[in-house]
Structure formats: C-alpha cells, structure tokens
C-alpha cells in the first residue's frame, strides 16, 4: 500500500478493512516511515525509516510501538546494524535510540519487512542494552 493510501486509511479510522489491512498496526520486523518530531537532546528528529521490535499485541492494544530509528549516516558504533542489500532502505539502524511511539498521531506506513537475521541482530543488541 502506498504511503498516501495508508495515511488516508489511517487518518479515516481505517474504515475499510481490505486497505487497513496492512496499516492497522506496524508489525515486529517491519521497517515503517514514520514521524520522530518533536524530539530532544540527542534523540534522531523528522520523518524517517524505523524497525519495529516491539510484538504485534502490544502494538495493536495500546496504539503504540516500540521502534529503532534508521539513519543514512554510517559511523561505526557498536549499537548500529547496518541494513544490506536484502533491504531496499539503507543506512544504519540505531538501537540505542529504541523509543515507543503513539504511531497512531504519527502518520506511518510500512516500507518493507526486514529479514530475520537482521531483526534477530538487533533484538541481541537490545537485549545487551536493558538486560542485567
């Protein structure tokens, strides 16, 4: 779907089913577009890329997400996994920026579902990150 299609069905209550489908919530894995502002301090900033990490029952029962930022910038910090050529979008993505975002007030779209390998890359860095 694309993003004006998915924004209006998003933005209209998501009305009819066959467009929402895939717009009713992000799902874990996929790589949506979403808006970062406002934002503070050190925290990514504008419309971009991001991985979803957070499960499918979450994002659907509180309309949140929790997302990883994706930048274009490549700097080699141990927190980034860099996309490859599985993925369409490219850049690098920021799991020490991991944030939960109300996507419903946002205006998303998914771009593309992100390989396991990768997804599983990060979800170790994120465990690294919170664990004990």
Sequence with gaps: MSEPDCLQATQAGQQNKQ????CDSPKAGDIIII????????EIQKRRPALVVSNDSFNRITGMAVVCPITSTRRDIPYHVSL???T???GEILCEQ?????Y???GWYTAEVVPDKIFNQVIDI???????
């Design 19 to 22: 467009e929402a489908s895939r």
């Design 35 to 42: 808006d970062f502002n406002p934002q503070s301090g050190h």
């Design 84 to 86: 490859d050529s599985s």
């Design 88 to 90: 369409v979008t490219q």
């Design 98 to 102: 991991a944030k939960s975002l109300d």
């Design 104 to 106: 419903e007030s946002r």
């Design 126 to 132: 994120l465990e690294m990150i919170i664990g004990k």
